[in-house]
């Protein structure tokens, strides 16, 4: 998935640099790809996990690519991509509209809808709306923020919380918040371009979904420490 980006990405950046030339272009184009892979061990089990996110456009609008997910024991458990089209709606937030697919654990195509920036204290911020093929509604929220410990040293506490506005039988999650996420992940960035990282990471199952859990004999709460490697171009 990542090989992908890259060279989808990069093709597009060979163009605009053809482009950049010829005389009399006011608009400049500019891409980015930043990939992240890690490993760690929950529930006694390896996982792998990957977020990827890489763009393409200018000060107007960008077209973005989104993948991420994780496996267990080499079987892939999550896994969805997004396509989005961005546009600015104030000196710190864009809004995006697009689809996102999930390949597992269901394999259904959604509408989505929301905004990414950076609110208020340097928080960057990721909410959106999901509208599934089958008219499910859901929405998630995400915040990150970046303190530096020293100039290479980069602490970065995450959060992220889901909800369903209906049950949703086959995906075994129930009306209202179904889930949150907290990370905290200690970056070396021994260039900004490359950054290998430790994690601890907490997931737990809210409300009706963490009831479902339990009645199916499911853990409710999962967490691990893992390792891995930021990149970007």
Known sequence: MIALLLAAVSGAHDGHTAAAAHAGHDTITYWMVRAEADYGRADGADVWGWDA????GGD?????????GEAH???????????????????FFEAKAGVRYDVEPDGHAYLTAGVIGLAP?????????????????????????????????VLTPEV?????????????????????????????????????????EYER?????????????????????????????
């Open 60 to 68: 107007a609008s960008k077209f973005r690519l989104t993948s991420q």
């Open 53 to 56: 996110d890489a763009w393409i």
């Open 121 to 153: 204290y340097f928080f960057e911020t990721d909410a959106a709306a999901y509208l599934s093929e089958d008219g499910d509604l859901s929405a998630r929220l995400t915040q990150e923020f970046d303190l530096l410990l020293t100039q290479t040293l």
């Open 205 to 233: 199952a809210l409300g009706e979904t963490a009831g479902l859990a339990r009645a199916a004999g499911e853990d409710v709460e999962t967490s691990s420490v893992r390792a891995g490697l930021r990149v970007w171009f």
């Open 160 to 200: 992220e919380i889901e909800a369903f506005a209906q049950d949703v039988p086959e995906l075994n999650v129930g009306a209202g918040f179904s889930s949150v996420r907290a990370e905290l992940t200690l970056r070396w960035e021994i260039t900004r371009k490359f950054a290998p990282f430790v994690r601890l």
């Open 73 to 91: 024991d080499g079987a892939v458990e999550t896994a969805e991509i997004e396509a989005l089209y961005t546009v600015p709606v104030s000196d």
